[in-house]
Nanobody, 121 residues
Framework: QVQLVESGGGSVQTGGSLRLSCAAS????????LCWFRQAPGKAREGLAT????????KYADSAKGRFTISQDHAKNTVYLQMNSLKFEDTAMYYC??????????????WGQGTQVTISS
């Protein structure tokens, strides 16, 4: 059974930074990528970033490019999302996920419970 546990969410002002962490446990196939999604109230779940656990290749949504960075620590089996220059519209529940490499929720096999990020002016 795969478990993904997010941490690091919270409330910050616009322009601030947060680093989200996701600790993975259980068996993950080497082909499974780790990803970050978010969902704001009334909106569809949006893929932000994904990382290939073997090669480290990354892919970002346009909304994340230049401000968000996905990274991993193999020893800790943890994936991170560094978020800088945060905007009000970044307010959402952020989810860690594992599945096919990409930004579509259709390829996800496992989801974390989510961590709330709130940006205030």
């Amino acid at each position: 059974q795969v478990q993904l546990v997010e941490s690091g969410g919270g409330s910050v002002q616009t322009g601030g930074s947060l680093r989200l962490s996701c600790a993975a446990s259980g068996y993950l196939d080497s082909r499974d990528a780790l990803c970050w999604f978010r969902q704001a109230p009334g909106k569809a779940r949006e893929g932000l970033a994904t990382i290939n656990r073997v090669t480290g290749t990354t892919k970002y949504a346009d909304s994340a490019k230049g401000r968000f960075t996905i990274s991993q620590d193999h020893a800790k089996n943890t994936v991170y999302l560094q978020m800088n220059s945060l905007k009000f519209e970044d307010t959402a529940m952020y989810y860690c996920a594992a599945g096919y490499w990409g930004l579509s929720p259709l390829g996800i096999k496992y989801w974390g419970q989510g961590t709330q990020v709130t940006i205030s002016s």
